[in-house]
């Protein structure tokens, strides 16, 4: 009899071993599947691998005027400034003490990268895209703005 007994008992534990093992890496997976299928419907391609920011060229004649966007002084020409994409429309304004001050329009155009959302089913991604402002880049990157000046 103690040959049985033994017999079960090592057989039951081995299958409960082996249940414990399946159950840890059924976990293990179902967590990495988890987190893959997240990360694919929330993934906001544009933000992810074009950022959110543009960096563009300012020149002007004269040189030394400040670059000034949403009312904060970018950079001082000539010059080279991270700019941050938006959907609405924006500008810069170029000016320097002497002369008038000229707002520029920036050039944009819809980032195309916006439809590997698509791909991965990502409508929260567009959402994504739509709100940091990458759904859009500027298709400008070099603005040469001639000062004139002010008469007196």
Not at 61 to 88: D, F, M, Q, W, Y
């Amino acid at each position: 009899m103690p040959i049985v007994i033994n017999y079960f008992v090592s057989s039951r534990a081995e299958k409960v071993g082996i249940f414990n093992f399946l159950i840890k890496y059924m976990k293990n997976n179902l967590s990495i599947a988890l987190l893959v299928g997240i990360a694919l419907s929330t993934t906001s391609c544009a933000t992810i691998f074009t950022g959110t920011r543009d960096k563009i060229t300012f020149n002007s004649t004269p040189e030394g005027a400040k670059v000034i966007h949403n009312g904060e002084e970018k950079c001082v020409t000539p010059c080279t400034a991270p700019i941050s994409r938006s959907l609405s429309k924006q500008f810069i304004t170029i000016e320097k003490e002497g002369f008038d001050s000229q707002k520029v329009k920036l050039e944009k155009s819809f980032n195309a990268v916006t439809l590997l959302n698509i791909l991965f089913g990502g409508i929260i991604g567009v959402g994504i895209d739509t709100a940091t402002g990458s759904l859009t880049r500027y298709s400008t990157k070099k603005y040469d703005v001639e000062l004139e000046a002010k008469q007196q």
